[in-house]
């Protein structure tokens, strides 16, 4: 059974960037799928990007593609979420979540997730 700990959320200016980790702990890290979902205040959580299993394939949301990218060391294993160029519209607790089987934006399709970081961009 896998773990996932979040980690590098925080307070930038719009137009920052943060760099989320997530690591985790347990067997076969590289076995699963692993995606990265928020929730913002008010709202249901939703898909943001997912990276399959050796990392040579990944996936966006329409609203963060081309400021955010999605990487994996499986040495490591961790997952990462580079996100540049910053907007208050991304403020939100971001998730990060593991899929034994599926590769898509669903999230009943992920059977682990992590407690979530927080990140607020100020305007």
């Known amino acids: 059974q896998v773990q996932l700990v979040e980690s590098g959320g925080g307070l930038v200016q719009a137009g920052g960037s943060l760099r989320l980790s997530c690591v985790a702990s347990?067997?076969?890290?590289?076995?699963?799928?692993m995606g990265w979902f928020r929730q913002a205040p008010g709202k249901e959580r939703e898909f943001v990007s997912r990276i399959h299993r050796s990392g040579t394939s990944t996936y966006y949301a329409d609203s963060v593609k081309g400021r955010f990218t999605i990487s994996r060391d499986n040495a490591k294993n961790t997952v990462y979420l580079q996100m540049n160029s910053l907007k208050p519209e991304d403020t939100a607790v971001y998730y990060c979540a593991a899929s034994v089987l599926y590769y898509n934006d669903r999230s009943t399709s992920y059977s682990t997730w992590g407690q979530g970081t927080l990140v607020t961009v100020s305007s």
């Open positions: 347990g067997r076969s890290f590289s076995s699963y799928i």
